[in-house]
């Protein structure tokens, strides 16, 4: 059976041309308002970009064009995110140097955290970094935030991913989250609840944004969710960053009062000069390290159980050293692990009594929970 064709472009966009730009008068696609549009199967999207002083005023306009886009044949779901971005960068801006391995701040400004601020009624925000890509820091977000929920807390779990989201599929659930009041609301799963721009661009399609595009995603991410409310708040929301030191690491730190960073490495030489670079970074912009997740430490021995430590042995633990910081868990190389996580099943929530779930519940208790 052949799956439905996706919606067809060129209607896509004449419906979205139907559809003013206030400021100009013409069309949103004439106006140039339409920016990363997606389209999949049974679904469209884009992102509309304003300038924060703006945002009141295009609220009905977002509202407008999703109505437009569900009128398209083959759409049953639109979702059109309205991000609203400064036109200039603040007063003491953070610099980045060409070839730097650290943030040069501006030595007049505040640090870079001094506006940021936590959800409302959201206790304690803990960022889940790595300085590179390929060492398990989604699969240690999300088992860590399962953790979390298993020593009874009320967990938020923010895939701020933006250019390979994976909660969605780690946590088996594929929904559209729902707009309401001008907020959006969080998706439940395992006990958590759950945004990521993977609810809202299809799995495998690439996202083509330049960085101020992303770093915009990201600041919605933070203001126009509802995570919690006073009387039922959020003990913690845990935050899976993106690899790497650039803008949308910057605006989380900018944005976002992070109480802790959890830094993830495999153990190898090449992970840690990484780390390092992750560490001065936050470091520049006054953010806390918690600690130091080890992944991939070892594989267990079929025969014996004995470590094998493919990566080698000690990196990770001689880093968070350096750093003042605790290690706070070893992570082996499980295939339960990666079943699980491919299967949309956290190992932590699915199997608590196996010793990779006791490893992530250590480092939940280690971190004050």
Not at 3 to 13: F, G, I, K, N
Not at 15 to 34: F, H, M
Not at 117 to 144: C, F, M, Q, Y
Request: hydrophobic residues 50%; glycine residues 10%; neutral net charge.
């Amino acid at each position: 059976m052949n799956a439905p064709a996706p919606p067809d472009r060129d209607q896509v966009l004449a419906a979205l041309d139907t559809v003013i730009d206030p400021k100009s008068g013409r069309g949103l696609v004439a106006a140039g308002l339409v920016q990363g549009l997606m389209i999949g199967e049974g679904r469209a999207g884009f992102i509309l970009e304003v300038a924060s002083e703006d945002a009141r005023l295009y609220a009905p306009v977002r509202d407008a064009a999703e109505a437009a886009l569900k009128r398209v044949p083959g759409v049953a779901k639109a979702q059109v995110v309205l991000t609203a971005a400064s036109r200039a960068p603040a007063p003491g801006a953070t610099r980045v140097r060409r070839g730097a391995a650290q943030v040069a701040p501006d030595p007049q400004a505040r640090p870079v955290a001094a506006e940021a601020e936590r959800p409302a009624h959201v206790k304690r925000v803990i960022a889940v970094a790595s300085g590179k890509g390929g060492v398990g820091k989604s699969t240690v977000a999300v088992n860590l935030a399962c953790a979390l929920g298993a020593l009874g807390l009320r967990v938020g779990l923010l895939d701020a991913d933006v250019y390979g989201p994976s909660a969605p599929r780690m946590l088996g659930v594929d929904e559209d989250p729902k707009f309401e009041d001008g907020k959006l609301t969080p998706i439940s799963a395992w006990g958590l609840k759950v945004m990521s721009m993977g609810f809202i661009v299809d799995e495998g399609r690439a996202m083509i944004w330049r960085g101020p595009m992303a770093s915009s995603a990201v600041r919605q991410m933070i203001a126009d969710v509802r995570w919690a409310s006073e009387a039922e708040p959020l003990d913690v929301l845990v935050v899976d960053m993106p690899p790497g030191t650039g803008d949308i690491q910057l605006t989380l730190v900018q944005k976002l009062k992070i109480d802790g960073v959890v830094i993830v490495s495999t153990p190898q030489e090449i992970a840690l000069i990484d780390v390092r670079r992750a560490a001065a970074m936050f470091a520049q912009t006054q953010t806390p390290i918690a600690g130091v997740i080890e992944n991939m430490a070892y594989f267990p021995d079929p025969a014996s159980g004995a470590p094998i430590p493919i990566f080698g042995r000690g990196g990770a633990k001689a880093e968070a050293d350096r750093l003042g910081v605790p290690l706070l868990a070893e992570i082996p190389i499980d295939i339960a692990l990666r079943q699980a996580s491919d299967e949309g099943a956290p190992l932590t929530a699915a199997q608590p009594e196996g010793p990779v779930a006791k490893a992530f519940l250590a480092a939940a208790r280690a971190l004050g929970a």
